[in-house]
């Protein structure tokens, strides 16, 4: 499990490192690049899950212990991982920017997913 923002979102984070998204943080390459590198001949694909907290831009875990957050909506799909990017991350720097800039379109449509969570309203 990588979670390659980091850290938890705030409007704080996003603004302290001018991030290009509307909903995230910038996503942090390298765990996904030393796995491709490590395991890459061993994994095809990988599970993208982008969460929505309406209401809670930013919960807390006792958000969620206290009943504080009612609801979540979850997108999670399969994402094929391309064979080019399964080559040395942390020997070759094209690689890496190879790397990084599949993660950074993964996270425009991750941005894309949260946009239209919260223009659409729930069925409770």
């Known amino acids: 499990m990588n979670f390659s923002e980091g850290t938890r ?13 509307k909903h995230l943080l910038k996503p942090k390459a390298g765990g996904i690049g030393y796995v491709l590198t490590l395991m890459g001949t061993e994994i095809n694909q990988l599970l993208d899950v982008t969460i929505e907290y309406p209401g809670h831009p930013s919960p807390s875990f006792w958000d ?26 942390i ?5 890496r920017k190879k790397v990084q800039k599949w993660v950074n379109g993964l996270w425009q449509e991750k941005d894309q997913q949260l946009e239209v969570f919260r223009n659409t309203p729930s069925a409770d």
């Open 9 to 21: 979102f705030t409007p704080t984070k996003q603004q302290a490192q001018k991030s290009p998204f």
């Open 64 to 89: 969620l212990m206290t009943g504080r957050l009612k609801r979540i909506k979850v997108k999670a799909s399969l994402i094929e991982i391309p064979a080019d990017l399964k080559q040395s991350y």
């Open 91 to 95: 020997e070759s720097s094209e690689q």
